[in-house]
């Protein structure tokens, strides 16, 4: 039977493997490869560089520094505070209060509509002249507090900020299901043991639940780091650098200024991180039990 | 039966009855959420049935009359169908045969031997760590090469790769889920590979296709970043890639703008209704074997 399977073996892996070469074996090849080259297209050249596009990048570049910094500080807050609001309301839900499953729905819903909705939404909210914020201060009688959210430097990083810390419904999601999965003996004898509620909450469900706390800080990590849309569809990166992360400078690198080369060290400073990101929080949080 | 102990209520094992004041921070923890959540989302839907004047005098107020003015211009002013049916008609695509490929090889990876199956299987899952933002050049090199650059086949393409490792995931895991006893049934039966595929295993995966499906599903839906890259022309653009244009063809027809944004926005929510059990599911299944 095996020499018989043998082709059908082959055949049903063909198309995820042509798949996987096309759209991710030979592009991270090009990405790593051109990374090494002075490579543009007005005027068309390929000159063999080296490290010289890092070299730029790290030395030099006062837009990749801001950049970067940026997205290491969005990635921290992404992965702690942005995690922390959705695991507090897992450790209120998991006691299954009254409507737990409509909370649960409900709070997912800002992370199933697209980024480009979501970014269009405040953009409108952040409106300076019929924009929610303004609207509010106006009528409590803090005009004069009224601004430009999303194109003041001083309040741009933010207002960006806040249009994903907020929404932690798939951390929720997450934590939950896992704290649901728990035993339940574990909590009756914690209570029996006279543990108050919070003890409760974060010296036994915590620890218990770590392994998809490291999870979902991967996950954060991870999407933050590749963090596109939202901002590209409110700031542009702007005012100045102020929003500009990883992924819009190599957008703007690749896209507008067609310097595929240096584009591509941003991109592998980016594959780098992710690695990283992806590593440290492994050793840091995820017990090799299993 | 008539008889019910007065602690099971429900499903609920772990609940307690506390005093009221002692479950008020959870309450309002909860209700925050809730807000958080829906408010944005209210308010462009309750501002899309408001007049310019009132939009621009009172933004945080209910609309005063329900008129539909809005989506009419909307319409009139954008060609939203047509972006709509392109949504359509490249997240159809690329979900069923992103589900119909890649189940393919997660069967042979759940339930066949061949030699170098795990190398094979580590490849392909090294899909799941590249960011995929950091090789939009190359990306966006290799479909044009392919002659599918702003095209709605190269979108396809690259969303059926995007959702390849969860997918993948779900279907190895509901692949493996199948009892071995039924496989073997078919074969002694006299049943073929093919046969057996499609006629037994499969049938039996409903729930893990359902899952795929509905994740590969909004992720195309909703995608932003490979629509912005690949494509140019507003005859293949998508809905998310059309939010881009809206401020600018709506310029100070606000209530146009709003119904515009409620008309995207719609869609996901109402799958996410109908789905939101697969939707959680897949999440768990990706992050759990991730």
Known sequence: MQRRQAGWIALFLLPAVALFLTIYAIPLGITLYTSLFDYRLF?????????????????????????????????????????????????????????????????????????????????????????????????????????????????????????????????????????????????????????????????????????????TMIMAATYMLQMFDLIYLTTRGGPGVTTTNLPLMLYKTAMTENNYGYANAIGVVIIALGVLFMTLINKLLRTRED | MTQRPLTARG????????????????????????????????????????????????????????????????????????????????????????????????????????????????????????????????????????????????????????????TLLIMRASFAGVPASLEEAAYIDGAGFMYTYFRVMLPLTKGGLASAAVMAFLNAWNEFTFALVLTKSAAVRTLPLSLSYFTSQFSFNYTALFAAITMAVLPSILIFAVFQEQVSQSLVIGAVKG
Request: proline letters at 5%.
């Open chain 1, 43 to 215: 005027p068309n050249r390929m000159v063999y560089v080296g490290l010289a596009n890092f070299a730029q990048l790290f030395a030099r570049d006062a837009q990749f520094h801001r950049a970067l910094v940026n997205n290491l500080v969005w990635i921290l807050l992404h992965t702690t505070l942005h995690i922390a609001i959705g695991a507090v309301l897992a450790l209120i839900l998991y006691k299954k209060p009254r409507g737990w499953k409509a909370v649960r729905v409900i709070y997912m819903i800002p992370s199933i509509i697209s980024n480009a909705a979501v970014a269009m939404i405040f953009a409108n909210i952040y409106n300076p002249s019929y924009g929610v914020i303004n609207s509010l201060l106006k009528s409590v009688g803090l005009a004069g507090m009224q601004r430009n959210w999303l194109y003041d430097p001083a309040t741009s990083f933010v207002s960006v900020t806040m249009i994903w810390t907020l929404f932690s419904g798939y951390n929720t999601t997450l934590i939950l299901s896992q704290a649901l999965s728990l035993d339940s003996s574990v909590l009756e004898a914690a209570r029996v043991d006279g543990a108050s509620r919070l003890q409760q909450d974060f010296l036994i469900v915590m620890p218990l639940v770590k392994h998809m706390l490291a999870t």
């Open chain 2, 11 to 166: 499903d609920s094992g772990l609940r307690e009855q506390r005093p009221f004041h002692a479950r008020i921070p959870a309450f309002l923890y909860m209700l925050l959420c809730v807000l958080v959540a829906l408010f944005p989302i209210l308010w462009v839907v309750m501002s899309s049935f408001k007049s310019n004047a009132q939009i621009l005098s009172s933004a945080v107020s209910l609309p005063t009359a329900y008129s539909f003015e809005g989506y009419r211009m909307a319409l009139e002013v954008s060609p939203i169908l047509r972006y709509f049916f392109n949504s359509v008609v490249i997240t159809m695509l690329s979900t069923f045969l992103n589900v119909f490929l890649v189940s393919l090889a997660a069967y042979v990876f759940a339930r066949t031997r061949f030699r170098g199956k795990n190398l094979l299987f580590s490849i392909l899952a090294l899909s799941m760590v590249i960011p995929m933002t950091a090789l939009m050049q190359p990306v966006y090199q290799v479909i044009t090469s392919l002659g599918l650059a702003d095209s709605l086949p190269g979108l396809v393409l690259v969303y059926m790769a995007l959702n390849m490792p969860l």
